[in-house]
């Protein structure tokens, strides 16, 4: 569940041309259905002309069936953006969002021809999409004495943490972005180290 996982990493523009009519795929990195929102409307405004601008987007985890969206535009159901959203699911790449343009070549494809066309665009895309690798992290507080603050840095900095925050008061407290799978161990080393007087907190407890 908390498992690394590939996203998307840059834009991209392919075209490809089916029975005279083009197909243009463009993906994006896509982190909620808003963005997906907003890229389509950049690319309505790049294409006013074209027949249809379906697309599809997982903006979340590749396996997370509550984080898609898809949409024929227009194209009979079932035709376009569905078989684009089985094309990202396919890839295991997750926060990206393809958007295809139509340009109405003269010849009908019909649904087949229509769902080879629109999931054939996607995939073709994304063996040119540059990936990249997420680890899904939690945000923790800690405050800890200035004897301590160095231990607790190197042992963040060692297992792929980030300061977030730091407040240098009469304690050091710090918010921590921790790999959830890592969490666990964490603790269990913070604890060692300063002999149990260190705790992590969840970031709305008070530090």
Do not use: W
Request: charged fraction near 20%.
């Amino acid at each position: 569940m908390n498992k690394p996982y590939l996203i998307a990493a840059n834009e991209l523009i392919d075209e490809t041309i089916v029975s005279r009519s083009r197909f243009i795929c463009y993906l994006y990195p896509c982190d909620s259905p808003e963005q997906a929102k907003r890229l389509l409307k950049d690319v309505q405004l790049l294409h006013p002309q074209a027949s249809h601008h379906c697309y599809a987007f997982v903006s979340g985890k590749p396996d997370d069936s509550q984080k898609y969206g898809f949409s024929d535009d227009g194209e009979p159901s079932g035709t376009a953006g569905k078989p684009m959203l089985l094309a990202l699911q396919g890839s295991k790449v997750g926060q990206v969002c393809a958007i295809v343009v139509r340009y109405f070549g003269g010849t009908k494809l019909g649904t087949g021809g229509l769902q080879r066309a629109y999931g054939g665009s996607v995939r073709q895309a994304l063996t040119l999409l540059t990936t990249k690798t997420k680890i899904p992290m939690v945000h923790k507080s800690l405050a800890c004495q200035y004897s301590q603050v160095d231990d607790v840095l190197y042992l963040i900095e060692q297992i792929g943490g980030e300061i977030v925050e730091q407040n240098y008061a009469e304690q050091v407290h710090l918010v921590i972005a921790l790999p959830i799978s890592e969490q666990a161990a964490v603790q269990q080393q913070i604890t060692t180290l300063s002999s149990g007087q260190l705790t992590l907190k969840n970031i709305d407890e008070n530090l």
